[in-house]
């Protein structure tokens, strides 16, 4: 490290996932002295998005059990008022990472990524044998990921026209104390699925997507290691409009509400149009449904409608509504999107209360997704933390953290150049707590997926839908799973392609990628040509008190979680930044250009900030949204 870093800032965070990368934001627009780094090579630790080879390095790296060298070094400079906490130096919340490859790979010349530098090497599995394929350099913030599929947690993949992610809702607790991932795993399914509906066989045979065309186009799609939404009210949304980090991002409106119903795929109405245009409801059930979904918009108001039935579940509240069955089905698992045996009245209340609020903000569903994936969020934070002054280091390992005895408060790092680093609050990602510290701990784990399948399960009017499909459970203790569906214009997935998550649910929307079914054109499920799984740990719910010895001054936060939406990351970052800075704003708007005064070197930096801003808005995709103006629907 040619130079080395000032030895003392206000706020040291260590990680840069999405509740990490808005609080360093937020501290930074506040004026404190803000050092980001994180041991990784990209931004977003588990929230980040990747090309094609870049997603094969990260399952490299995840496959490979690497023996960690530990350096005493650093323990030499700890004095004797001083102990240490040391830090994990391999990331290890991410496990049983799988990858299955249905499509053919007989490479007869070598393949290159568009834009390739360098190349790298990550095992593929075959339905018969084990290869080896050639990806290229890590990822970085900007690069994007292909279609995979995993059983972890993998938010979007390249798709033909359409990218389809699952996500089981519940997760159970591990059974056994100081076991991350064991005992009692309730399952988060989540699946990504992308594809593309051809007009004609013809067509379905000219654009078969062979291995080496995903390789080929990597670099011209991203795929998230997470599978969630934006709700278009919910708390992110309006961080990025209140903090004006909104202009770093574009967005797609969600186009299509889906369910899974008797061993078929249907589209659901959920706005006031949808319902009068559905010609598979009839004019009764039209009006069942209008009104109480008008009730449930205003359901506070009217206790006597509810309050008998608060210690019922949902799913026993809807058939005491004059409901049929078949709308019984679309509110709880399309619209309330909860739990058909654990949510109670209230919560699916609240939640059909939220869905319904979110609608027509931004279009006729109340979901929106970030071009590019939703990797592309931490980084906008990133980029709004180093616009203050904040200080970013990647590849930058942290040896231990620094505590003085008599305080019992944490005062410096030291770096892996053995650089003590002083500071006055330290914010840290679950994942870099060692297994001494979180012996007590007891995680849940998401069970996720990512298939690149060659077309839609469901044969949109356009072929660029984005939808989401909750396919509920259907076993005892099993939990439902969740399915994004993105196209090719959100920029995470490429042409002619398309992919799903978790193999019950897989089995159920897909069939694998044969060479004995090309010719049979005339299937009804997408076909599998590349399928990833992997399991991420969710550290949300777990207890500050439950981490061993942690100075007062050292604050946690938690990776992913399984929620749809992504208020958890914000209530995390908001929470810790008014405990440490009760008389600071949150976020608040910036000033405005005018109001600035700049020296003469600031107005260089500032042409240069301009002419980067341009020409990366320059490359983006048309037709998205604006968050600045939500009258203004897109598409």
């Not at 530990?70 to 130096?89: D, F, G």
């Not at 060692?434 to 044969?459: F, G, K, M």
Request: hydrophobic letters at 30%; charged letters at 25%.
């Amino acid at each position: 490290m040619a130079d080395s870093l000032p030895s003392e800032f206000d706020v040291i965070v260590i990680g840069t996932g999405l509740p990490e990368s808005i609080f360093a934001a937020a501290c930074s627009r506040s004026g404190q002295r803000v050092l980001h780094v994180d041991s990784r090579s990209y931004y977003g630790g588990n929230w980040a998005s990747f090309s094609f080879s870049g997603l094969l390095s990260w399952i490299k790296e995840y496959q490979e059990n690497d023996i960690v060298i530990e350096s005493s070094t650093w323990q030499e400079q700890i004095l004797e008022n001083e102990e240490a906490i040391a830090l994990n130096k391999k990331n290890k919340t991410i496990q049983n990472v799988e990858v299955v490859c249905y499509a053919s790979q007989n490479f007869q010349e070598d393949i290159e990524e568009t834009g390739a530098l360098q190349k790298n090497h990550a095992s593929v599995t075959t339905a018969n044998s084990t290869e080896t394929a050639d990806p290229n350099h890590l990822p970085t913030v900007d690069e994007s990921l292909s279609t995979l599929s995993c059983k972890m947690s993998a938010e979007q993949t390249p798709s033909s026209e359409a990218d389809i992610t699952l996500e089981v809702n519940n997760a159970e607790e591990t059974g056994e104390k100081g076991s991350h991932s064991d005992d009692k795993i309730s399952e988060q399914k989540t699946s990504e699925n992308v594809s593309t509906a051809e007009d004609t066989t013809k067509q379905l045979k000219k654009n078969r997507i062979t291995y080496s065309q995903i390789i080929k186009e990597g670099r011209r799609f991203n795929i998230d290691l997470v599978s969630k939404l934006l709700y278009s009210r919910g708390l992110l949304i309006d961080l990025l409009i209140k903090s004006n980090v909104s202009r770093y991002a574009e967005f797609k409106n969600i186009t299509r509400i889906l369910a899974f119903r008797e061993g078929r795929v249907e589209q659901v109405p959920c706005s006031r149009a949808d319902v009068f245009n559905n010609k598979q409801l009839t004019v009764i059930e039209k009006r069942m449904l209008m009104k109480f979904l008008t009730f449930c918009m205003e359901y506070e108001k009217h206790p006597d409608e509810y309050k008998a039935y608060e210690k019922i579940t949902f799913s026993e509240f809807l058939k005491t509504q004059k409901l049929t069955p078949n709308l019984q089905y679309f509110v709880l698992h399309s619209i309330a999107m909860t739990s058909e045996t654990t949510s109670s009245t209230i919560d699916g209340l609240k939640a059909t209360k939220n869905f319904l609020h979110c609608l027509g903000r931004y279009g006729n569903t109340p979901f929106l997704f970030p071009l590019y994936g939703q990797g592309e969020l931490p980084q906008c934070f990133c980029r709004m933390c180093a616009v203050f002054g904040g200080i970013y280091c990647l590849r930058h390992s942290i040896q231990c953290l620094v505590v003085e005895k008599e305080s019992g408060k944490c005062k410096a790092i030291i770096d892996q150049f053995g650089q003590r680093i002083n500071s006055k609050h330290f914010l840290v990602e679950d994942s870099y707590f060692s297994e001494n510290t979180c012996s007590h701990v007891q995680y849940r784990q998401i069970s996720r997926a990512v298939l690149i399948t060659d077309r839609s399960v469901l044969n949109p009017d356009s072929d660029q839908q984005i939808s989401i499909l909750t396919v509920p459970a259907e076993e005892p203790k099993t939990f439902a799973v969740r399915v994004i569906e993105l196209c090719s214009s959100t920029m995470t997935c490429m042409k002619g392609t398309s992919k799903e998550d978790l193999e019950p649910v897989v089995q159920k929307l897909f069939i694998p990628y044969t060479e004995m079914e090309i010719e049979n054109e005339d299937v009804e499920k997408p076909r599998i040509l590349w399928a990833l799984y992997f399991n991420m740990r969710d550290s949300s719910e777990v207890s500050r008190n439950c981490y061993n010895d942690l100075p007062p001054n050292v604050y946690v936060c938690s990776g992913p979680d399984c929620d749809l939406g992504n208020d958890n990351a914000v209530k995390q970052a908001e929470t810790l930044f008014q405990q440490i800075f009760p008389t600071e704003d949150f976020c608040p708007t910036p000033p405005n250009p005018e109001d600035i005064v700049l020296d003469e070197n600031s107005l260089q930096e500032e042409g240069a900030e301009s002419s980067t801003i341009a020409e990366a808005n320059s490359e983006s995709p048309k037709e998205s949204t604006s968050l600045g103006n939500p009258e203004e629907p897109s598409e």
